[in-house]
């Protein structure tokens, strides 16, 4: 089965932006893919972001973004905050019905 | 708001069977365009998707799982659950239950998850 990949760790300083890849190990990622992107806190249930590649959830600031850079879908915050630090996972459609998960990425906001 | 909350033993012995219940709340579970989900976090592995539940009881399974894995539903009760048959120290694990929205591919709602350790 196909593999799911994100960046393991990454960090920002306040007020910065970063982007967060999800990649796929037997392609591209397209938006036939309908990536989406939560966000976990330890202890907590995920928290949609994104979905259908660029669609904010009900509630997400627009500060987070999502897009297609590459070959990779993306997740972009701008002007990161303390409280952005948290685990990010993405999650890609692979069709006939199978969804398959990122590792996820820890953010470190610093 | 819809809400899920997953409920069931924490600890079960190995090659016996894991039943979990998810109850929503707040909401139909036989609203149309969504499907129900389950999945879980292994410690030390990413999340991994285990299959969904239409209202009709139509099942979409992870097909890189053993086919131990069966999901039902109870439309009478706003519920579906999750049986794991054999179940070894492989499958401990934090497991969620989600609403897919099947319109936008996005899972919308999770419950809090509930861990599930496999040991004698």
């Known amino acids: 089965q196909a593999v799911v990949t994100q960046e393991p760790s990454s960090s920002v300083s306040p007020g910065g932006t970063v982007t967060l890849t999800c990649g796929l190990s037997s392609g591209s990622v397209s938006t036939t893919y309908y990536p989406s992107w939560y966000q976990q806190t330890p202890g907590q249930a995920p928290r949609p972001l994104i979905y259908n590649t660029d669609t904010r959830s009900s509630g997400v600031p627009d500060r987070f973004s999502g897009s297609i850079v590459g070959n990779k879908a993306a997740l972009t915050i701008s002007g990161a905050q303390a409280d952005d630090e948290s685990n990010y996972f993405c999650v890609l459609y692979l069709g006939s019905g199978i969804w398959v998960f990122g590792g996820g990425t820890k953010l470190t906001v610093l | 708001q819809v809400q899920l909350q997953e409920s069931g033993p924490g600890l079960v012995k190995p090659s016996q069977t894991l039943s979990l219940t998810c109850t929503v709340s707040?909401?139909?579970?036989?609203?149309?365009?969504?499907?129900w989900a389950w999945i879980r976090h292994q410690p030390g592995k990413g999340l991994e998707w285990i299959g969904f539940?239409?209202?009709?009881?139509?099942?979409y399974y992870n097909p890189s799982l053993k086919s131990r894995f069966t999901i039902s539903i109870d439309t009478s009760k706003n519920q579906f659950s999750l049986n794991v048959n054999s179940v070894t120290a492989a499958d401990t694990a934090v497991y969620y239950c989600?609403?897919?929205?099947?319109?936008?591919?996005?899972?919308?709602?999770w419950g809090q998850g509930t861990l599930v350790t496999v040991s004698s």
């Open positions: 989600a609403r897919l929205y099947s319109y936008g591919y996005v899972l919308d709602n």
């Open positions: 707040g909401g139909s579970i036989s609203s149309g365009g969504y499907y």
């Open positions: 539940i239409f209202s009709s009881g139509s099942t």
